[in-house]
Nanobody, 123 residues
Framework: QLQASGGGLVQAGGSLRLSCAAS????????MAWFRQAPGKEREFVAA??????????DYADSVKGRFTISRDNAKATVYLQMNSLKPEDTAVYYC????????????????WGQGTQVTVSS
């Protein structure tokens, strides 16, 4: 089970940090990702993170590279999305998701989803 939080209303240029808490004892074996869906648009990939032998591997959508940072705390079974320099086009419902194994950018490959948290960026 995934529980997302941290959304809200922020002005353009501002920052927010989303959190997604997972239940279960095998969190570290899951790749975690954030997707978002704006009204009238399809759900799109934002960022993903997976544990590897040498640490963590991250992946970002081009639209958020350099502005968003995904991280995870395996001890707390939580994944974070730090969002800086927010733009009005970042407005969407943000969903966290999980799958065993490697991270992908395809939403259909993820098995578990949180309930979503609204992020609204005003201009």
């Amino acid at each position: 089970q995934l529980q997302a939080s941290g959304g809200g209303l922020v002005q353009a240029g501002g920052s927010l940090r989303l959190s997604c808490a997972a239940s279960g004892r095998t969190f570290s074996t899951y790749a975690m990702a954030w997707f978002r869906q704006a009204p009238g648009k399809e759900r799109e990939f934002v960022a993903a993170i997976a544990n590897t032998w040498s640490g963590s591997r991250t992946d970002y959508a081009d639209s958020v590279k350099g502005r968003f940072t995904i991280s995870r705390d395996n001890a707390k079974a939580t994944v974070y999305l730090q969002m800086n320099s927010l733009k009005p086009e970042d407005t969407a419902v943000y969903y966290c998701s999980a799958r065993r194994g490697i991270a992908t950018q395809t939403s259909s490959t993820y098995d578990y989803w949180g309930q979503g948290t609204q992020v609204t960026v005003s201009s």
